[in-house]
Every structure is written in C-alpha cells, then in structure tokens.
C-alpha cells in the first residue's frame, strides 16, 4: 500500500481515466477522514471540555464528587466560619433541646396515664379489701352467733339432762351439722385471707412501679440540669472569645492611629522641606 491507494475503492491503486473530473479523489490529495463536517454541537461529539482546568488531561470526564468542593477560604473569612458554625451549633443546640423537651413531654404524659391506672386499680382494690373486711367482720359475728348458740344448747343439754337416746341421737345431729358450718365458715375465712395477700402483694407491685417512675424522672431532672451547665459554660467561653476579638480590634485601631498620626507627620516634613528648597530657589535666583 503507498500513497497512491484509497480505502474507498478497494485499496487498489487509481489510474488517470479513473480520476477525469474527480477531483476530490485525487490520490496526490490527502484522503480526509471525515467525508461530512463534524457535527460540534451533537452531544456525542468528543471535543474539548469548558471544564478541562477541573481534572486531569486523560480524563474524559468531569469528577464525581461525593461532597462539594469545599471553597477556598482565607484569614478574612474568620468570621463567617465562626458565625455559620456558631448558628450551626445553635440549631444542634436547639434540636436536642428540643428532643429532651419531647421525651420529657412523652414521660410525663406516660406517667400521668400509669398514675391515673394505678389509682384506678388502687380504688379497685380498696374497695375489695372493705368488702373483704366487711365480709370477714359479718362471718365473725355470725360465728360468735353460733358459738353462743352452741353454748346455750350445751348449756341446756347440761341443765336439762335429757336421758333418752333421741334427745342425744338429736343433740349429736346438731352439733354435728354445726361443726360442719364451722368447717365451711373456716374454708371461707381462708379464702378471704388468701384474697387479702393477694391484694397486699399487688400493692407492693404499685408502690415499687411508683418508686421506679420517680427514679427515672430525677434522672432526667439531673440530665437536664447538666445540660443546662453544658450550655451555660459554651456561653461564657463565647463572650470570652468575643472580648478577646473587641481587644484585637482596639489593639488595631491603635495601630491604624499611630500609622495616621505618622503619616501627617510626613506630609507636614515634606511640606516644610518643599518651603526650604523653593526659599533656596529664590535666594539663588
């Protein structure tokens, strides 16, 4: 292949009758390689990018950036750093403020509700352990009433000296359905005492609920409190900050008069020192 062969016919060289008003196939002309203009402004076009300064030269791409170019900031700029990370702090300050304030809110409301529960249940069970006591008290005088009545049959039993045997076949058929009674009125007064622990026992389960509820709040009390101490002592280290920046900015305006009180000082020099030389000026002429 020399310079005489063209792709577009087959690579084989190009005699003269081929070339008769072709002139654009001249194999004497370089063969172009785009036979249309590119077209610069289709997206697909590989062209010089506007932002060549931002990557290297072998790249054909822009930087995927995972987070902002930070921006170059100088000595001037102190203060906005200072300003956007003290408003910064303030809103993070803010915020869990306002998050202490929700949990707090949260707490007390959960605990007004468990308060409200526990002195329902307290009512309920205050009003069973009466009824118990009432109970208890009525079957003790009921007891008292058959005692008594037993006295008084055994009393007459003894007095009267009944000697048949139906008397006594009678007499033992009482007192048998009598213990009998007492036996069921000794069940019922162990169920009722067994009831009364039970209601103790629930007590106690209320009470220590209580003393947890009061625990965790002067938890969050101390919590607080040394939050506030927190913030308090980030206060008083930012007015230091703003006072030692005041002193600065006296120390340079100090400065700033010394240089000025100098500077007249200079001109007045100059001024004096122009006098003479047109005084000079004069004597010579």
Do not use: W
Request: charged share 30%; proline share 5%.
């Amino acid at each position: 292949m020399n310079h005489n062969t063209n792709i577009h016919f087959g690579n084989r060289t190009l005699i003269p009758h081929d070339l008769h008003g072709r002139s654009y196939q001249d194999p004497a002309v370089s063969i172009v390689p785009h036979p249309f203009p590119p077209n610069r402004a289709h997206p697909t076009f590989e062209g010089p990018s506007r932002d060549e300064h931002h990557y290297h030269h072998h790249q054909n791409r822009p930087p995927v950036y995972h987070q902002p170019p930070r921006p170059v900031l100088h000595s001037h700029h102190d203060h906005v750093l200072n300003r956007r990370r003290d408003s910064h702090f303030d809103a993070v300050l803010e915020g869990f403020m306002e998050s202490q304030r929700r949990t707090s809110r949260d707490i007390e409301t959960k605990l007004e509700f468990t308060r409200y529960e526990l002195d329902g249940r307290l009512g309920e069970l205050s009003t069973q352990i009466e009824r118990v006591e009432s109970r208890c008290l009525d079957m003790e005088e009921d007891l008292k009433k058959q005692g008594e009545a037993i006295e008084d049959n055994r009393r007459a039993i003894h007095f009267t000296k009944v000697s048949t045997k139906e008397m006594d076949n009678h007499l033992d058929e009482k007192i048998s359905s009598l213990d009998n009674n007492l036996d069921g009125t000794t069940k019922s007064l162990n169920s009722i005492t067994a009831v009364a622990h039970q209601a103790k026992r629930e007590v106690a389960e209320v009470t220590l609920k209580e003393r947890q509820c009061y625990s965790t709040m002067l938890t969050l009390v101390e919590g607080q409190k040394q939050v506030k101490a927190q913030i308090r002592d980030l206060h008083i280290s930012l007015d230091k900050r703003s006072q030692d920046i005041q002193r600065r900015a006296r120390g340079l305006e100090d400065k700033v008069d010394g240089v000025s009180k100098e500077v007249k000082d200079l001109t007045t020099r100059l001024a004096n020192l122009e006098e003479k030389v047109l005084t000079d000026k004069d004597d010579r002429s």
